[in-house]
C-alpha cells in the first residue's frame, strides 16, 4: 500500500468534475517526479517479476494503458507506482483540442468511466520533448521499466488519409519507445474504427510494416509493435485481425480499448452519454475477445490484456484468459496508485 491511504483522497477527487480530478492530479504527478516528500504520496513496490516478451525484458506483468499520460508529462512519477511499463499517449501529429466538454463521466456504482475525450494533446513535438526528459532510462534497475509511445491521427485527417498521420507519429516516436502502439479502435475520433476492416487494416498495417523496417535501418534497433483493437468486434472480425497481424509482421496486439456497449451499465446516471466505457463493465467483453485472439493467433503471439482490471484477482483472470501481461487506467480512479504493485504480486504469485 502506498504511504497516503487513498481512501482518504478519493472522495475529494470524486467531488470534483472528473476532467477536472484528472488534470489536478496529472500536475501533482507531473510537478512530484523526483521529489521525494511529494512522490511518497504514490510511491509504491516494483515487484520483480520479469517476463520475456517481443524482445523485450518486462520487469513484472502490470502496466498502465494508454490515455491517462496523454503528453507524456509524468513518466517518472508513473513509474514509481510499481508499474512493469508505462504506455503513454494517445498523441497526434497535430495539437488539437478534442471534443467539447464535459467529456469524461463517472459511473460509481460500476465502477466505470465514460470518456469522449477525442485524442486531445499538444501534438507530436511536445509530445517528444516530453519523453526525451524522463530520467526512467538512467534509474539503477536490474530490470528497467519499459515505455510504449502510442500514436493515432488527428481528428481533422479524413480517413482515407490516414495512414499518412500514423507513419508521420511512428517516424517522431520510433527512436525514443522501446514499443510502439497503432491505436485504431478509440471510439471518440468519428471513423477511427474502420481502420479495423479487412481492407483498411492490412493496407494501414502494410504502410506501417514498411516503414518501421525504414526506421530500423536507420535508428539501427528494432522497435515492436502493438495494434489496441476495440471489444466490439466478434470472432469473425477477430479471426480477419489475427491473420492480418500475423501477415504484416506485427509484434503483438492490446486487447482491448473502451466499449461502446451499454447493456452492463442501463438506467445508470451518465449511462446514455456517448463515448467509450472502461472500468469493471468491459472486463467480460475485453476477455472473450483476448481468448479468442489466443485461440487465432497460438501460444506464441503477445497479447497485452486491458479492460476492466479493479482488483489484483482481475489481472489474474487477464492471464488466465490468454493475455501475457496486463494493463490498467480505471482501475486506478477507483482502487488507487497501490494496485499496479498488487496486481503484480498477484501475478508473480499466481499458480
Not at 160 to 187: F, K, M, R
Not at 207 to 234: C, M, N, S, T, W
Not at 247 to 263: K, L, Q, S
Amino acid at each position: 500500500m502506498p504511504p497516503l491511504p487513498y481512501p482518504l483522497v478519493r472522495p475529494f477527487l470524486f467531488r470534483l468534475d472528473p476532467e477536472t480530478a484528472h488534470e489536478l492530479t496529472m500536475d501533482l504527478l507531473a510537478r512530484g517526479a523526483g521529489c521525494g516528500p511529494l512522490q511518497w504520496a504514490w510511491r509504491s513496490e516494483t515487484v520483480d517479476d520479469p517476463v520475456q516478451l517481443a524482445g523485450l525484458t518486462f520487469p513484472n506483468r502490470v502496466g498502465l494503458a494508454a490515455g491517462l499520460d496523454k503528453n507524456a508529462r509524468c513518466i517518472d512519477a508513473l513509474a514509481a507506482m510499481g508499474f512493469g511499463f508505462v504506455e503513454v499517449g494517445t498523441v497526434t501529429p497535430r495539437a488539437q483540442p478534442g471534443n467539447p466538454r464535459p467529456r469524461m463521466f463517472r459511473l460509481p456504482q460500476a465502477q466505470a468511466l465514460i470518456n469522449r475525450l477525442g485524442f486531445n494533446n499538444d501534438g507530436l513535438d511536445a509530445f517528444v520533448r516530453n519523453v526525451r526528459q524522463a530520467r526512467l532510462r538512467s534509474q539503477p534497475r536490474r530490470h528497467p521499466m519499459l515505455l510504449g509511445l502510442n500514436i493515432g491521427k488527428n481528428a481533422a485527417t479524413p480517413i482515407e488519409d490516414a495512414t499518412a498521420d500514423y507513419l508521420a507519429c511512428l517516424d517522431g516516436v520510433y527512436p525514443h519507445a522501446d514499443y510502439v502502439s497503432i491505436n485504431i479502435s478509440s471510439p471518440n475520433t468519428q471513423n477511427l474504427r474502420a481502420l479495423q476492416g479487412d481492407a483498411a487494416l492490412d493496407a494501414l498495417l502494410a504502410a506501417i510494416a514498411g516503414q518501421r523496417e525504414l526506421l530500423a535501418a536507420r535508428h539501427g534497433k528494432y522497435v515492436p509493435i502493438f495494434v489496441k483493437i476495440a471489444p466490439d468486434i466478434d470472432e469473425a472480425q477477430v479471426n480477419v485481425i489475427a491473420l492480418t497481424l500475423r501477415r504484416h509482421g506485427m509484434d503483438g496486439v492490446i486487447a482491448t480499448n473502451t466499449t461502446i456497449a451499454r447493456d452492463a451499465v442501463r438506467g445508470l446516471p451518465h449511462a446514455d452519454e456517448t463515448g467509450g466505457l472502461s472500468g469493471a463493465p468491459v472486463r467480460a467483453a475485453s476477455n472473450r475477445v483476448i481468448g479468442q485472439l489466443r485461440a487465432a493467433l497460438g501460444g506464441d503471439f503477445p497479447i497485452i490484456g486491458v479492460g476492466g482490471i479493479m482488483a489484483p484477482q482481475d489481472a489474474v483472470a487477464k492471464i488466465r484468459a490468454g493475455a501475457d501481461v496486463v494493463q490498467i487506467y480505471t482501475g486506478l480512479v477507483y482502487a488507487g496508485p497501490g494496485l499496479p504493485s498488487a496486481a503484480a504480486r498477484a501475478l508473480r504469485d499466481m499458480a
